[in-house]
Structure formats: C-alpha cells, structure tokens
C-alpha cells in the first residue's frame, strides 16, 4: 500500500533549545513530555481500515490499532490481539483464536471476536467501496466475492463465542501469519461504528477508537498536525513508554531537513540534493524498505499505450541509474524488477527473488525508436501522442516526473508529456477516472512474499489502475495461490513475474532506500522492510 512518509512536529511554548554537536537542536518534548515527533509526506484522510490503502493511514494505524498479530523487531509475527500464534488445523486450513480478556478499545469498549467478522466483511462489502480486496483471497469465499458470485456475508470468518474466532480458508496460506498483520485485516469497534454511522467512522478524531498503544487526537479529518495520545485502556502498559506521538504533513525535504535541525521533529525523512548532502552526517540511517516506485501505465480500450511496443519503448529510454544517483541521491537503485531486493528468498532456489526475475535495465535508445516506430504503426496514431503523467504534490515526486517527461521527450519521436501533481485524494480520482497516460506510484510490501506484489496486478484488481490484464499472467498466480507445493507456488511466481516484464505490465524504476535523519536519543523504533514503521515501542534514551 503499499508503500509507501510520516511525520510530525510543532514548536511547543516556552521550548528550551539544548544544543548538540553543530548548532543542531533536541526537542524539549523529547525530554521533558516524551513526545515524539513524527513527520508524514501527504495528509492523513481517513482512518477506516476497510477501504483505503494509503501510507498515511497505514502509518498512523499501525501505531493506533492492533489486530490479531503484530510483528516484532525481528519481522516476526507475535500475539496481539490474540492469546498466542495459532496453528491451523484440517490440513491447514482452519484456525481458531481466542481473543485477549485484557484488550479494549480506547472507549472503554471490550474487543471482541464478533469486531474482526465486522471489520473483514466491511472490508469485502462492495457497498463500503473497498480497494483492497484482492488480499483476501484463499480465505473461504473470497475470491467468489471479489468476482460478484457470493456475498461478502459468505467470507471464511466467524465470531463462535464472545472472545473465540474462527478464520476458514480455500487452501493452507503459507504467509497467513504475516498477512494477518496487514492493517486491512485488522478489527473495528461494532458497537462504535454503528454509533457514528459507517460513513463518518474513520473521518476525525471523536469518530475513530483505536485498541493499540496510542488512539488519535485532535484530528479534524484534513488538518495537518495532529496528535497520537497513550491509551490508557491498551493491554500491554508496561511495552509503552511515551506519552504521545505528534504528526506534522511535510512534503518538502529541505523543510524536513530544517525542522529536524531546529528539533522539531525526531526521526525525518529526506531525499535529492538534501538527502545526498547529508550522507555522511553521524544523524543519518538508511532503512532498505521491500519498496517499489514504478509507473502506472494506461492500458484501457484506446489509449495509446494499450500497445505493448509502446510501453516498451517507455521502459528503454529512462536512465534508471541517472534517476537515482542525481535526481533522487538517497541510495536508492534502479528497478530490474516489480518485486524489490530482500522482500522473500525462493526456499526452492536458494536465491533472493527478486534477483532471479530481474531483467537489464540498461538505456538502449537504438531499439526504443524501433519499438516507438512499430507500435504507432500498429495503433496508427496521426500527430502527437500526449501522455499526461499524473503524480501526487511531493517535490520528489515532481522531480521523478520531470525527469521522467525530459527522457522520453528527448529520445523519442511524435511525443508530449505533461505533468499533473495533484494532492492524493485528487491523484486517487485522476487514476480512478483513467484520466492519465501514465502514473507515478509505488508498492511497500505489507508483508514479505513475492505474491503481495504480484497479486496487484491481476485483472479486476481495484490496486490495478492502468487495468494490466493478461490470461498467462492471472492464471499463473491462480495456480500459485491454489497449489499446496512449494515447488510449485515459486515456480508459478517466477513465471508470473517474467510474464509481467515480458508484457511490460508497468514500468518498474526504482527500489526505495529511505535516508532518515533520527535523533540519537531516539531508540527502540522497529523499522520493518515490509510493512510500516511501529514507534509504538519507541524511547527516548
């Protein structure tokens, strides 16, 4: 979702500024409220789990709500929610948890197992517009529901007691343990949501209840600073040790840079010019994410790039390693690709997946023009094609599209590409209408299987906005998904992955290394390489 951007930070009265090393400043709140000060790249829109997938309101939940497992330091699935790790029974493919007697909400409410039933059929409900349905296939009925043939109610889970839940799948899943962290699968407060109606819930802070470690406060629903406040009800105290965390939206890495500087914010990231300036300062971490920024291409009945040479020819002329040396600068590297390095090893090959579905991506300018020629022969386009590339109001989001619009127009003939920045309620509107030729956008693994991202890109997939659609690709990760052979399943992967690049389904550019600036006060802090950051159990030494 994902992906993949966090942030706070606001100049409290009367702050007293301790200096440290050159002129940099630590934040009274850091030592005297234990605040953290955080900081997003976009503004938070909605807190409804069941149907958005956005990195602010995947960063905020994950520090807000738990469900039935969260993942540790080690990026390993423990007990949340749930009284223990569970194992299926019936070949694998039931389970059965208890819920904590000790876990609440922050409203005093009991979580119960009948919340989880509530949430995941919220989430599968065509009616509540969900966009991330596709995750929940290989749970009972899912995918007859994605598909129109059974109703959201027939999903695999069952509330069978007050705190007893039963999950039932088509087939053995063998990363449920680590899907079930993903923030859709986690549980929403019936009794709640009910209250303040299912199209206000999620909307500000007094219609949202959260049952983690803080719950959100002074959060008008579009206001950039707002607050994240211990909750008292949450069921493991003695694992918290800050008072609140405090968000601030910034977009722009030298304001990152400054206010981390100024010791408004504890942990900022950073990118570009500031970004490469900063690499040998004693400040810097560098935090290798299972993230992938690609373009979103328009395949739609039409458009121009619905012709694959043309797509191909995109792909060739970009300067991955020009892309990411100069204009991003943050050790980042070029996408070979659509699934990044570290995200899973092949169990069967020995070797990281990614690395054995890369494809070269060297500039070859010679064969771009050839490709470019022959697919506006065969869509016999007269004139100009005019692509517009969409992208969310980021300035590195706006270098990458400026960069991306000097390649192609330089190499290649009978082309205009125009940019569109747009915040990302209206960028989610653009893709939506299929208003865009091409689109900038990225893929952080919720969790660490080639499958999750993959799986985006099957036909009807609602994360699927260029509408990619081929008969090999989606059957080959239908096969994997079904198959209860490890052989098998990677096998599937790695063709399904092939496919892709052969089809130029998107085009991959770079894998994401993030460049933060963190106080070094600042520990405990689980930076996940799939997944979101957790500063739940964050502490200031």
């Known amino acids: 979702m994902r992906k993949k951007y966090l942030g706070f930070g606001i100049t409290i009265s009367g702050m007293i500024l301790l200096l440290v090393g050159c002129g940099r400043a630590t934040s009274s709140a850091t030592h005297h409220s234990r605040t953290l000060n955080l900081m997003q790249t976009a503004t938070l829109t909605t807190l409804d789990s069941t149907n958005q997938a956005t990195l602010p309101e995947f960063n905020t939940l994950v520090n807000t709500t738990e469900g039935l497992y969260r993942l540790n330091s080690q990026d390993q699935p423990v007990p949340?929610?749930?009284?223990?790790?569970?194992?299926?029974v019936h070949h694998g493919t039931v389970y059965v948890f208890h819920i904590r007697k000790?876990?609440?909400?922050?409203?005093?409410?009991?979580?119960?197992?009948?919340?989880?039933?509530?949430?995941?059929?919220?989430?599968?409900?065509?009616?509540?517009?969900?966009?991330?349905?596709?995750?929940?296939?290989?749970?009972?009925?899912?995918?007859?529901?994605?598909?129109?043939?059974?109703?959201?109610?027939?999903?695999?889970?069952?509330?069978?007691?007050?705190?007893?839940?039963?999950?039932?799948?088509?087939?053995?899943?063998?990363?449920?343990?680590?899907?079930?962290?993903?923030?859709?699968?986690?549980?929403?407060d019936q009794k709640f949501v009910t209250k303040v109606g299912t199209s206000r819930y999620g909307t500000s802070a007094s219609t949202t209840v959260s049952n983690g470690a803080f719950k959100v406060a002074s959060w008008t629903g579009s206001n950039d600073t707002y607050l994240l406040k211990r909750n008292r009800y949450y069921w493991d105290q003695k694992a918290i040790h800050l008072k609140q965390i405090r968000y601030q939206t910034v977009k722009d890495a030298n304001t990152a840079h400054n206010l981390f500087e100024d010791g408004k914010l504890d942990d900022a990231t950073i990118s570009g010019v500031t970004a490469k300036s900063l690499q040998h300062d004693t400040a810097v971490k560098h935090v290798d994410r299972a993230w992938t920024?690609?373009?979103?291409?328009?395949?739609?009945?039409?458009?121009?790039?619905?012709?694959?040479?043309?797509?191909?020819?995109?792909?060739?002329?970009?300067?991955?390693?020009?892309?990411?040396?100069?204009?991003?600068?943050?050790?980042?590297?070029?996408?070979?690709?659509?699934?990044?390095?570290?995200?899973?090893?092949?169990?069967?090959?020995?070797?990281?997946?990614?690395?054995?579905?890369?494809?070269?991506?060297?500039?070859?300018?010679?064969?771009?023009?050839?490709?470019?020629?022959?697919?506006?022969?065969?869509?016999?386009v007269k004139g100009t094609v005019q692509l517009t590339l969409v992208g969310d109001d980021q300035d590195v989001t706006k270098n990458v599209a400026q960069f991306v619009q000097q390649q192609v127009q330089q190499h290649l003939s009978r082309v205009k590409v125009s940019t569109k920045n747009v915040p990302d309620k209206g960028l989610q509107n653009l893709k939506s209408d299929g208003q865009f030729g091409l689109s900038q956008w990225y893929w952080l693994a919720d969790f660490a299987d080639p499958v999750n991202y993959l799986g985006v890109l099957q036909s009807g997939n609602s994360m699927n906005s260029g509408r990619f659609s081929d008969k090999t690709y989606d059957d080959l990760l239908t096969k994997a998904k079904q198959t209860s052979s490890q052989k098998q399943y990677w096998q599937s992967l790695r063709q399904a992955a092939n496919r892709l690049q052969n089809q130029m389904g998107i085009v991959p550019l770079y894998y994401v290394s993030e460049t933060h600036l963190v106080t070094h006060?600042?520990?405990?802090?689980?930076?996940?390489?799939?997944?979101?950051?957790?500063?739940?159990?964050?502490?200031?030494?």
């Open 80 to 88: 949340a929610m749930a009284t223990k790790m569970v194992k299926p």
């Open 102 to 188: 000790s876990a609440k909400w922050s409203n005093g409410d009991p979580v119960v197992a009948s919340d989880f039933e509530y949430a995941w059929k919220r989430a599968m409900n065509p009616a509540n517009k969900p966009v991330y349905t596709y995750i929940f296939s290989g749970i009972k009925n899912a995918d007859a529901i994605n598909s129109g043939k059974k109703s959201y109610r027939s999903l695999g889970i069952k509330a069978t007691g007050k705190r007893t839940l039963k999950i039932t799948l088509d087939h053995p899943i063998a990363a449920f343990n680590k899907l079930v962290t993903v923030p859709v699968f986690l549980p929403q």
């Open 293 to 380: 920024y690609y373009l979103q291409v328009n395949q739609r009945a039409g458009q121009p790039l619905e012709n694959r040479k043309l797509r191909q020819a995109l792909s060739l002329v970009i300067n991955r390693q020009q892309l990411t040396k100069t204009v991003l600068a943050d050790g980042s590297k070029p996408a070979s690709s659509f699934v990044s390095p570290g995200t899973a090893v092949d169990p069967t090959t020995k070797r990281d997946f990614s690395a054995e579905t890369s494809t070269s991506t060297k500039v070859n300018i010679a064969k771009a023009k050839r490709l470019w020629a022959a697919g506006l022969k065969e869509t016999k």
């Open 521 to 541: 006060k600042l520990a405990g802090v689980e930076y996940h390489a799939a997944g979101e950051t957790d500063y739940t159990r964050a502490y200031f030494k």
